[in-house]
C-alpha cells in the first residue's frame, strides 16, 4: 500500500511560502471545495502557480483542511466524491 500522511493544518501552519516544500514530488493534487473538485498535475505544473495556491489555501492564507498524502497523490479540502473515489464508500 502507499504511504498515507496527514497535516494538521490546526496545529502547523502552512501558508503560500512553505507550498513549494510540501508539495515537492508530488504528482497529483486533488482539492474539495465545497461541490466543486480541482485538479492539479504537479507532474506539468508548479505549486508556485497562482491558480494553485488560489486553490489549496483557505481564505486565512492557511492550507485547508484535511488534508492528506496518499503515495505521489494529495487530498485538500473536503469533498465526499474526492474522498470516496480514493479511499471507497
Request: avoid cysteine; proline fraction near 3%; charged fraction near 25%.
Amino acid at each position: 500500500m502507499a504511504v498515507r500522511e496527514t497535516v494538521n493544518a490546526t496545529k502547523e501552519r502552512f501558508g503560500e511560502q512553505n507550498l513549494k516544500a510540501l508539495f515537492a514530488g508530488a504528482s497529483k493534487v486533488v482539492v474539495g471545495k465545497g461541490k466543486r473538485v480541482l485538479t492539479f498535475d504537479l507532474g506539468k505544473g508548479s505549486a508556485n502557480d497562482p491558480d494553485f495556491v488560489a486553490a489549496v489555501l483557505g481564505p486565512t492564507g492557511n492550507l485547508r483542511a484535511p488534508t492528506a498524502r496518499v503515495g505521489k497523490n494529495w487530498l485538500v479540502g473536503f469533498n465526499e466524491d474526492a474522498y470516496s473515489d480514493r479511499f471507497g464508500k
